[in-house]
């Protein structure tokens, strides 16, 4: 499968305790992003980079949250001290940037995260 | 500001017949409209995207209508089949290409 990989697909954990995610982009997608779902609604943007540079994050990332990409292909996304509105599906997403305003971004199946 | 939303949250339609889903957006500034499916326990799927410059574009089944006169997206999707049971969302993508989404339809099959 040459699609986005994310891992793990589901978490459970207590309130307090500390969790990362990870994502695999489609092999020479220089761009990442993270999108936070809760149920019902759509997906809403958190953060990008561009390779190993974090361009842009969103107001809703908190200083709870960290992301990181090393090397420019994988990427982690770490939230500490999890909260029970922490409870969402967190999707990854990739895309080659090649010019012009716009590439389709491809979609991860998601990890779902449960704050107890 | 940046937001996304849908006209209506359900819609059941008979298997074979047109299904419409519409989309009302607020940012003139979205270059790209796009929308995705997403089955459930999955990511988002691309459908189809419209430049914002265009007014219509085709697909396999399915047509995207840009209306930037009342800043309306729709999504007509003919002769539905079972598969096409799942929740459409819209989105825009605003310069960063940092998407922006509505809320999602749930289309529904009736055999």
């Known amino acids: 499968d040459t699609g986005v990989s994310q891992d793990p697909r589901h978490k459970i954990t207590k309130r307090g305790q500390n969790v990362t995610f990870r994502c695999d982009p489609i092999s020479e997608h220089n761009r990442l992003y993270w999108y936070r779902q809760t149920l019902g609604q759509g997906p809403e943007f958190l953060t990008y980079f561009q390779n190993e540079a974090q361009l842009e994050k969103s107001r809703l990332l908190s200083d709870r949250f960290s992301a990181e990409r090393p090397k420019g292909s994988f990427s982690t996304l770490e939230i500490q001290r999890t909260e029970q509105g922490d409870s969402a599906m967190y999707l990854c997403?990739?895309?080659?940037?090649?010019?012009?305003?716009?590439?389709?971004?491809?979609f991860g199946p998601g990890t779902r995260l449960t704050v107890l | 500001g940046e937001s996304v939303g849908l006209h209506l949250p359900t819609l059941s339609v008979q298997e074979g017949d047109n299904s419409i889903i519409n989309c009302a957006y607020s940012n003139s500034a979205s270059d790209y409209f796009i929308w995705y499916k997403q089955e459930s326990g999955k990511g988002p799927q691309f459908i189809i995207d419209i430049r914002s410059n265009m007014d219509k574009r085709q697909g396999q089944r399915v047509t995207v209508l840009l209306n930037k006169t009342v800043k309306h997206l729709s999504l007509q999707i003919a002769a539905t089949q079972p598969g096409d049971s799942a929740v459409y969302f819209c989105a825009e993508n605003i310069g960063t290409q940092k998407l922006v989404f509505g809320q999602g339809t749930r289309l529904t099959i009736n055999p």
């Open positions: 997403a990739s895309t080659k940037l090649a010019g012009g305003s716009y590439n389709e971004q491809f």
